[in-house]
Nanobody, 119 residues
Framework: QVQLVESGGGLVQPGGSLRLSCAAS????????MSWYRQAPGKERHLVAA????????NYADSVKGRFTISRDNAKNLLYLQMNSLKPEDTAVYYC????????????WGQGTQVTVSS
């Protein structure tokens, strides 16, 4: 049974930091591209950052470059998103996604974690 469980969301002031985690189970984590998406109220879900395996190549949305860092621990089946210099426009539900690096039909989502940036 595939599971992706996000944690680490919450309320933070502008300029603050949060670290999101995604615990994966039920599939071969190292064979999957792992990504973070976010969805703000009334808007579509968008890619925030992605990381491949085993080389660890990353890509980021322009809006978060230089502020967010995606990383993974294949030994522990964990995905992270370090978010610094947070802005109110970063407020959204953040979702963890796993997609097999070749077999694209194997695509899984977590339940999401709320991040709210507000003073």
């Amino acid at each position: 049974q595939v599971q992706l469980v996000e944690s680490g969301g919450g309320l933070v002031q502008p300029g603050g930091s949060l670290r999101l985690s995604c615990a994966a189970s039920g599939f071969i984590f190292s064979s999957y591209v792992m990504s973070w998406y976010r969805q703000a109220p009334g808007k579509e879900r968008h890619l925030v950052a992605a990381i491949t395996s085993p080389d660890g190549s990353t890509n980021y949305a322009d809006s978060v470059k230089g502020r967010f860092t995606i990383s993974r621990d294949n030994a522990k089946n964990l995905l992270y998103l370090q978010m610094n210099s947070l802005k109110p426009e970063d407020t959204a539900v953040y979702y963890c996604n796993a997609q097999h690096r070749r077999l694209k039909q194997y695509d899984y989502w977590g339940q999401g974690t709320q991040v709210t940036v507000s003073s």
